[in-house]
DNA sequence: CTGAAAGCGCTAACAT
DNA sequence: ATGTTAGCGCTTTCAG
C-alpha cells in the first residue's frame, strides 16, 4: 500500500503547494481558481484541479482581500436581531449579496449608540466593501461612517439623509393605509403606538396616522411610546386599557409592539378585534402566527436588501447618492375586525 | 489659517504613513497599537496616538489575518435564522465571542446539506478561527469541518460525534420533565409533534416521550412527524385535531412547532389548555408571548454559547475533544393548564 | 526603547 | 500558454 505523497500534516496548503504538486507556475493557479484573467489550457486546467482536490487547498481570503483591497464581503449593523423584521432583512441580505458572491457579516447593536459606533469601526478595520446601517435611531451619527470612507447605506430610513445612500419605506403611506382601513370599520378613536428612539426627526408613521384621522374629521386619538420589543408593547399595551377614553382601535407601528399589546389585551379578557382592533406594521412572519393573526403593513423585505446591495456593489454603484423609498402593502387577516 | 498636512484624500491611511507622521519606526505604531510585544516610551505612544487620531488611521483586518493566520472571528452555520431560538443563539455566541475579542460571522444553510456544507468552505476560506455548527441534521457530515483542519464545535447536538467537539442539552431529560408535567397534569393521552430531520439517529425528545409515557404505565400516544416550523406545527396541529384518539396534551419539541399548532387549536375553536394542553420545547422569546404563554422547556441558550466559545478559543481549547451536555429548565407557564 | 526587514498567501502586470 | 515577480499592510525577530 503505498503512501500518497499528501502531507496533510504540515500547516495548511498554499498556493504554491498546488503549483509544485500540479508543476505550473503559481500564477495559472490563479488563473483557475479565479477563471482569469488569463486562460489556461484545458490539460493545464485540470492538472491544477486534480491537485487541488487532491491536497485540499483552500484559497486564503485574507491573502486575497489584502492583494484585492476587498473582502468581497459587506457588514450590517441592526438594533436588534431578536425582531424578526430585522431577522428577515439580514437573511434577505445575505441572499442579495450572495448572489453577487459577497459575504455578509452581521452585527447587533441591542439598541444602543455606542454599540453601534463600534460595529461600525470593527466592519471598517474587517475591509468590508459596504455597510448597511439599520440604525437604533432616525438621525443616525453618520459621521463615523462618512469618516470610514467605505460606501454605505442606511436601510429602514425614510428620510434623505446627506452624504449617504438609503432605502426606505414610505412610512407615512403605510400609515395611512393601516388607519384608513380601521376608519373604514367604523372606529373613530384610533390610537396610536409608537417608537422612543425618533430622534429628532418626526416618525412618518405618527404624521401618517394624524393626518389621516383629521382628513376624516376624526379627533386625534391617544399616543403611546413605548421600546419597538414585545415587553415594550406590553407595557403599552395595559396603559391604552387603562385610559379614561380608551381607543376602540389601535395603531401600532412594529409587529413586536403589536404582540406585546395583543397578550396585554388577552390578560385583560379584551376581545380582539370585538372588542379592540389591532393593525400593526411590518409584516414579519410573527404577525401570521399570533392570534389573532395581524393586520400587518408589510414592508417589502426583499426589495429592500436587492435596493441596498444594488447600491452598494451592484453595477450602478458610486454614481451620485440614491434615496430610495419602496412602498409597503396592507396584508388583511383577523385583527383588524375583517373576515 | 493653516491646512493641517492630513492627507483624507488618496486611498486608506496605512501604518506607514503613521510611522512617518509621528516619526517614528511603523515597528513602533505597531507596539502601540497592539499594546506589545514591546514596550514604547509614553512620550512615544503619545505621539503615535496623537497621529493616529490625526489621520484617521484604521488598522487593516485583513493583512493582520494574513500575517496571524487567524481573524480573529468565529464562524457561526445554523440552519435557519428564522427561528428565534437559533437566533438567540447566535447572539449569545456574538456576545460571548466578543468578551475574548473575536467577531462573530453568522451564515443560514436553510435547512439545506448543499448550503450548510458551502457556508463551512466559505467560512474555512475566510481564516476564521474556529466554527460553530448547529446543523440541519442529527448527524451532519463533519468530514467537511475535519478536512478543513478548523477547530470545531457541533451546536445543539447531544450526542458524542466523534472527532468533533460539542456541546448540546439533555433532550431527553428536557422532554422527561416536559411529560412528566402533562402527566402531573391527569393527562393520559400525550402526543409528541416531533421534527423530520432526525438522521439516523433518535431525537433524545421522542425516546424521553415515550420513556416518561411507560414508566408511568401509560400507553404509547399518537407522534406526528414536521419541520420545525410554524407552518409545519400548524400542519401537525390539524392531523393532531383530526385524529379518532385525540391526546388531551401535546408535546412539541420545539417552540415553533408549538406556535403552528396553537394556531391550528384556535382556529379549530379548541381551547388551550382546557381542551388541550401543550407543552413545547426551546424557551425562546416567542413562547412567552404567544397566546396563551407557553409552558416550555428551556434551553440554557447563553451557557451554551459560552461553553462553545470556551471549548474553541478559551484557555483549554486545543485540549482532547469534548462533549459537554447541559440541561434545561422547564418554564411553566399556562398552556399546560398551570395557575 | 526603537528600527530594519522578512515574509504571511495571493493577484496581475509584465515577461517569455 | 505559462512563468516571474512586486507588493498589498501587518507583525515580530533580530540588531542596534
Redesign the interface.
Known sequence: MTTSAVQ?SRG?VTRKDVARYAGVSTAVVSYVVNGGPKNVAPGTEAKVREAIRVL?Y??????R??KL?S?ETIGVVVPD??N?FF??L??AV?DAAAELGF??????SDGSLTRERKNI??L????VDGVFLASCVFDPDVTELE???IPSVLLNNAGSPPGINSVGVDLEAGARAAVEHLIGHGHTNIGLAIGTNTGNQLDGREVGWLATLRDAGLPDGPMLHGPFT?PGG?EVGKRFLSMANRPTAIFASNDMQA??I??AL?EAGVRVPEDLALVSFDGS??S??????LTTVAQPVKAMAEAAVQALVGKGRGDELKHQILSTELIIRQSCGCK
Open positions: 496533510t495548511p485540499g483552500r484559497p486564503n481570503a485574507a491573502a482581500a489584502l483591497g473582502s436581531n431578536t424578526p431577522t428577515q439580514a437573511h445575505e459575504g455578509m457579516v452581521l452585527t447587533n469601526r470593527t471598517a478595520a474587517r475591509q469618516a470610514s470612507e414585545r406590553y404582540i406585546g395583543l397578550r388577552h412572519l410573527d401570521e402566527y399570533s392570534w389573532p393573526a
